[in-house]
């Protein structure tokens, strides 16, 4: 699986900004995908997951309502919309993908086989 993450940039406090994570060489339908960032010190951390079927998306707290995923299976790609974004959303952000992801575990990074390059959102005015 060959994971493509791209969007990110530097965008102001408050603004939006849409993040895409393209997948190559796998039957996309089949995968979970999961979104992590991760800041300068710190671990990576969980952001957002969804499943094959696209319902029912997990979010970390810190991100839960402004923060949406979502997938286009025609498109092989997975969405993360940040909305009301703060200067504490600075970070790489990186999109995973597991074909065999056992649900409550979808905030770990270790439930995921695959991996992007990162994309790096930056917040500040």
């Known amino acids: 699986v060959q994971l493509q993450a791209s969007g990110g940039g530097l965008v102001q406090p408050g603004g939006s900004l849409k993040l895409s994570c393209t997948a190559s060489?796998?039957?996309?339908?089949?995968?979970?995908i999961g979104w992590f960032r991760q800041a300068p010190g710190n671990e990576r951390e969980f952001v957002a997951g969804v499943r094959r079927g696209g319902e029912a998306p997990r979010y970390a707290d810190s991100v839960r309502g402004r923060f949406t995923i979502s997938r286009d299976n025609a498109k092989n790609t997975v969405y993360l919309q940040l909305n009301g974004v703060k200067p504490e959303d600075t970070a790489v952000y990186y999109c995973?993908?597991?074909?065999?992801?056992?649900?409550?575990?979808?905030?770990?990074?270790?439930?995921?086989?695959?991996w992007g390059q990162g994309t790096l959102v930056t917040v500040s005015s």
């Open positions: 060489g796998v039957t996309f339908s089949g995968l979970s």
């Open positions: 995973a993908a597991s074909k065999s992801l056992i649900w409550p575990a979808a905030g770990a990074p270790t439930s995921y086989s695959s």
